[in-house]
Nanobody, 122 residues
């Protein structure tokens, strides 16, 4: 069974930074695509970034500000978020695919964490 546990969320002022972590347990980590999504109140869950061994993808809202990375030795994926804006406020979820191919659609991800709250004050 795959378990994903996010950490690193919190309250930060606009312009600040946060680093989210997602620790995975269960099946082999390194061969699978990992993604970050977020959901703001009253909105649908949306793609933020994804990573495989050889590919990265970012939402337009994340390009130039967020960096996704992974440490396969630690079974952990990270999301470094810089220049945060109030509109980045959301619950951030880590997800894993049963595939090595990076995608942006949430329905293509098979496992999800419980989420971590990120709040950016103006």
């Amino acid at each position: 069974q795959v378990q994903l546990v996010e950490s690193g969320g919190g309250l930060v002022q606009a312009g600040g930074s946060l680093r989210l972590s997602c620790a995975a347990s269960g099946r082999t980590f390194s061969g699978y695509a990992m993604g970050w999504f977020r959901q703001a109140p009253g909105k649908e869950r949306e793609f933020v970034a994804a990573i495989s061994r050889s590919h990265l993808r970012y939402a337009d809202s994340a390009k130039g500000r967020f960096v996704i990375s992974r440490d396969d030795a630690k079974n952990t994926v990270y999301l470094q978020m810089n220049s945060l804006k109030p509109e980045d406020t959301a619950v951030y979820y880590c997800a894993r695919r049963d595939s090595s191919i990076v995608t942006t659609e949430r329905y293509t991800y098979d496992y999800w964490g419980q989420g971590t709250q990120v709040t950016v004050s103006s």
